[in-house]
Protein backbone atom coordinates (compact mmCIF):
# COMPACT_ATOMS: atom_id res chain seq x y z
CA UNK A 1 0.00 0.00 0.00
CA UNK A 2 0.77 3.59 -0.22
CA UNK A 3 3.22 4.92 2.46
CA UNK A 4 4.04 8.53 2.89
CA UNK A 5 6.56 8.75 5.49
CA UNK A 6 7.92 12.59 6.55
CA UNK A 7 10.84 13.22 9.20
CA UNK A 8 13.22 16.23 10.13
CA UNK A 9 10.82 17.85 11.99
CA UNK A 10 11.74 19.70 15.84
CA UNK A 11 12.01 22.63 17.63
CA UNK A 12 14.34 25.62 16.28
CA UNK A 13 14.82 29.36 17.27
CA UNK A 14 13.46 31.79 14.60
CA UNK A 15 15.57 32.34 12.05
CA UNK A 16 16.76 28.66 12.23
CA UNK A 17 16.51 26.34 9.57
CA UNK A 18 15.16 22.97 8.99
CA UNK A 19 14.81 20.06 5.92
CA UNK A 20 11.80 18.04 5.92
CA UNK A 21 11.90 14.89 4.12
CA UNK A 22 9.34 12.24 2.94
CA UNK A 23 9.77 9.11 1.54
CA UNK A 24 6.97 7.55 -0.69
CA UNK A 25 6.77 4.00 -1.58
CA UNK A 26 4.02 1.80 -3.25
CA UNK A 27 3.79 4.68 -5.94
CA UNK A 28 5.41 5.14 -9.16
CA UNK A 29 6.61 8.60 -7.02
CA UNK A 30 8.04 9.98 -10.45
CA UNK A 31 4.62 10.02 -12.10
CA UNK A 32 3.38 12.02 -8.91
CA UNK A 33 2.97 15.78 -8.09
CA UNK A 34 4.29 15.87 -3.98
CA UNK A 35 2.88 18.99 -1.97
CA UNK A 36 3.69 20.19 1.52
CA UNK A 37 0.75 21.06 3.73
CA UNK A 38 0.54 22.41 7.27
CA UNK A 39 -1.85 22.49 9.98
CA UNK A 40 -1.60 24.73 13.05
CA UNK A 41 -3.69 24.38 16.35
CA UNK A 42 -7.24 25.64 15.36
CA UNK A 43 -6.66 26.54 12.11
CA UNK A 44 -7.39 24.73 8.72
CA UNK A 45 -4.59 22.68 6.91
CA UNK A 46 -2.90 24.67 4.16
CA UNK A 47 -0.65 24.62 1.26
CA UNK A 48 2.57 25.38 1.19
CA UNK A 49 4.30 23.91 -1.30
CA UNK A 50 4.59 21.75 -4.12
CA UNK A 51 6.27 20.12 -7.11
CA UNK A 52 4.76 18.92 -10.42
CA UNK A 53 5.78 15.67 -11.11
CA UNK A 54 6.21 15.86 -15.54
CA UNK A 55 6.97 19.87 -15.48
CA UNK A 56 9.29 20.58 -12.75
CA UNK A 57 7.10 23.26 -11.75
CA UNK A 58 7.18 24.66 -8.21
CA UNK A 59 4.28 26.23 -6.57
CA UNK A 60 4.62 28.15 -3.15
CA UNK A 61 2.46 29.68 -0.95
CA UNK A 62 2.70 33.61 -0.23
CA UNK A 63 3.77 33.05 3.53
CA UNK A 64 6.74 30.98 2.55
CA UNK A 65 8.28 31.93 -1.03
CA UNK A 66 11.65 32.65 -0.82
CA UNK A 67 12.21 31.19 2.39
CA UNK A 68 11.07 27.67 1.71
CA UNK A 69 12.05 24.74 -1.01
CA UNK A 70 10.92 22.06 -2.08
CA UNK A 71 12.46 19.58 -3.80
CA UNK A 72 12.79 16.35 -5.00
CA UNK A 73 14.65 12.70 -5.59
CA UNK A 74 13.00 10.23 -7.63
CA UNK A 75 16.26 7.87 -7.42
CA UNK A 76 15.40 7.62 -3.62
CA UNK A 77 11.69 8.10 -3.96
CA UNK A 78 12.11 11.14 -1.40
CA UNK A 79 10.82 14.74 -1.51
CA UNK A 80 12.30 17.11 0.69
CA UNK A 81 11.29 20.88 2.05
CA UNK A 82 13.61 23.42 2.94
CA UNK A 83 12.99 25.59 5.21
CA UNK A 84 15.00 29.24 6.25
CA UNK A 85 14.45 31.90 8.16
CA UNK A 86 11.85 30.51 10.45
CA UNK A 87 9.46 32.42 12.38
CA UNK A 88 6.98 31.63 14.90
CA UNK A 89 4.23 31.86 12.78
CA UNK A 90 5.52 28.95 10.47
CA UNK A 91 5.02 26.46 14.01
CA UNK A 92 2.74 23.82 12.68
CA UNK A 93 2.14 19.94 11.92
CA UNK A 94 3.83 19.66 8.39
CA UNK A 95 2.36 16.73 5.53
CA UNK A 96 3.33 15.46 2.91
CA UNK A 97 0.83 14.60 0.26
CA UNK A 98 0.59 12.91 -3.03
CA UNK A 99 -1.67 13.27 -6.32
CA UNK A 100 -1.96 12.37 -9.86
CA UNK A 101 -4.43 14.32 -12.53
CA UNK A 102 -4.05 17.89 -14.04
CA UNK A 103 -6.06 19.74 -10.69
CA UNK A 104 -4.28 22.35 -8.45
CA UNK A 105 -1.25 21.40 -6.71
CA UNK A 106 -2.65 24.08 -4.09
CA UNK A 107 -5.57 22.20 -2.85
CA UNK A 108 -6.05 19.39 -0.17
CA UNK A 109 -8.86 18.00 -1.51
CA UNK A 110 -6.81 17.23 -4.70
CA UNK A 111 -4.74 14.26 -2.96
CA UNK A 112 -5.10 11.24 -2.36
CA UNK A 113 -2.17 10.19 -0.01
CA UNK A 114 -0.88 12.02 3.03
CA UNK A 115 1.42 11.22 5.54
CA UNK A 116 1.25 11.19 9.29
CA UNK A 117 2.79 14.78 10.00
CA UNK A 118 5.94 15.55 11.52
CA UNK A 119 5.39 18.88 14.33
CA UNK A 120 7.64 22.28 13.38
CA UNK A 121 8.30 24.47 16.31
CA UNK A 122 9.90 27.60 15.71
CA UNK A 123 10.40 29.42 19.37
CA UNK A 124 10.84 33.40 19.44
Known amino acids: QVQLVESGGGLVQAGGSLRLSCAAS????????MGWFRQAPGKEREFVAA????????YYAASVKGRFTISRDSAKNTVYLQMNSLKPEDTAVYYC?????????????????WGQGTQVTVSS
Open 97 to 113: AAKTGRGTVMSRNEYAY
Open 51 to 58: SRWNTGTT
Open 26 to 33: GLSFSTYD
